[in-house]
């Protein structure tokens, strides 16, 4: 295939992807305000459902504005070749290969995440801020981004370093190397997040005795579950809204808590979460889970190993001659419908993982409790009751808040 020919390929698959987006988005947005269902009649009220409409569609515009200014910088970027420019710009003065692509990697982040600044100071201050959701200070606001450029250079900069030296030094068969790589990575970020990441960017601290400390050793005794490390997480740092989640494996394991999750609901509330978030470690949805992301990067990995020698890539892009790095971009570019399947995949995997971990915090706690704490949640968060089916097959790796209702309350 001609250069030219894949340059206009290229723009052709971008625009069918932020057009199945859109149109995906549209639908959602479109569909109508119910009636308050009669599950949630003591949480929700038709003013309620009214503000959470609102949110929604302020968010989708603001999302269709920085939608349509990213898909025509983007499509500007390949129609006049500009990752060719920089490339070659770079070219002229790191002439060490391996360094040269760190260099260009570099500078097309730092460049989109200084342009993305505004539209996420936006959203933030603005659009969370008039919704009550916002608690993060400007202060906050740049040192998590200081310290993610600080992150990124170290841990992205030695991964990107290892993958770069493969390829130019193992040709075609880099890509089951820096598999076996990538796969350990994952397996050490899911075991050290809470003790090294996490900490850089919340302070998290022991949870303190009493009644839900003693309900939640009680419940963890009675399911044969070893739990040793409960955390609370400073969440409110951040954000009114609530979570919590489990990280590592084996003696390793932990449960963080955000303190607004604590300030939100009574102790069965909490319990019933942490039994919905043991039901994916029963179940094994963690275990399966980090082996389905496992395998997604090989078989990614394996299509670029297919693709990544082209000249006549780089050449589309606007690069003088062939360009391990412009053929990444051009990779993420032209193979992101399989990107998109494999999401939907995956995201069908989890929703049906959600149930079962429902099924087993009833079956082993109380449904009542479980279903309590996802109306609060979903009332406080503004959520969607009324999503359009599509939009959920597409992007929601949970199921729909009433789907869950039915099951845990019939």
């Known amino acids: 295939m001609s250069p030219e020919t894949l340059k206009y390929l290229l723009i052709g698959v971008v625009s069918f992807g932020f057009l199945l987006e859109k149109i995906l988005s549209y ?17 929700l009220s038709s003013e309620k459902l009214l503000e959470a409409k609102a949110y929604q569609r302020e968010n ?53 995440d200084l342009i993305s600044l505004p539209f996420d100071y936006y959203s933030t201050f603005v659009i969370e801020e008039k919704y009550g959701f916002n608690k993060t200070s400007l202060g906050t606001f740049f040192s998590d ?20 030296w493969l390829i130019h030094q193992m040709g075609p068969h880099f890509w089951w190397i820096f598999w076996a790589v990538a796969a350990v990575f994952m397996v050490l970020v899911n075991l050290f ?43 409110s740092k951040r954000s009114a809204k609530a979570n919590a989640f489990f990280s590592g494996f084996g003696k390793r394991k932990k449960v963080v808590l955000y303190d607004t999750l604590l300030e939100q609901h009574p102790p069965d509330e909490l319990v ?6 043991v039901g994916h470690y029963k179940k094994k949805h963690i275990i399966l889970g980090m082996l389905a992301s496992v395998l ?8 670029l190993s297919q693709f990544i020698f082209s000249e006549n890539m780089s050449l589309a892009l606007g690069g003088s001659g062939w360009s391990a790095q412009l053929n990444i971009i051009g990779f993420t570019m032209l193979f992101s419908p399989i990107s ?27 449904g009542k409790p479980l279903a309590e704490a996802l109306k609060t949640l979903s009332v406080k968060t503004l959520s969607n009751i009324n999503p359009h089916p599509w939009y959920v097959f597409v992007n929601y790796s949970h199921p729909p808040l009433l789907q869950r209702l039915e099951k845990l309350e019939n």
């Open 145 to 164: 981004k200081l310290k993610g450029y600080i992150l990124s250079l170290i841990v992205g900069g030695s991964l990107l370093l290892v993958f770069l």
């Open 193 to 235: 997040y809470t003790a090294w990441i996490l900490p850089l960017f919340n302070k998290l601290t022991p949870l303190e005795d009493g009644e839900l400390k003693q309900k939640i050793i009680h419940y963890a005794q009675s399911v044969s579950f070893p739990l040793e490390n409960i955390l609370v997480m400073d969440g």
């Open 296 to 303: 997604q990067v090989g078989i990614l990995l394996f299509l």
């Open 272 to 277: 019933a979460v942490l039994a919905h978030e």
């Open 60 to 112: 989708y515009n603001f999302g269709l504005v920085t939608g349509i200014f990213s898909f025509a910088l983007t499509i500007l970027f390949i129609y006049m070749g500009w990752f060719g420019w920089i490339d070659d710009w770079i070219g002229n003065y790191i002439s060490n290969p391996l360094f040269h692509s760190v260099a260009f990697f570099a500078l097309i982040f730092i460049g989109s």
């Open 340 to 366: 998109m399947i494999i999401g939907i995949g995956m995201n069908w995997l989890s929703r049906k993982n959600e149930f079962e971990a429902d099924a087993f915090a009833k079956e082993t706690f109380e």
């Open 27 to 43: 639908l959602n947005i479109q569909r109508p305000v119910p009636k308050v269902p009669e599950t949630l009649g003591q949480y």
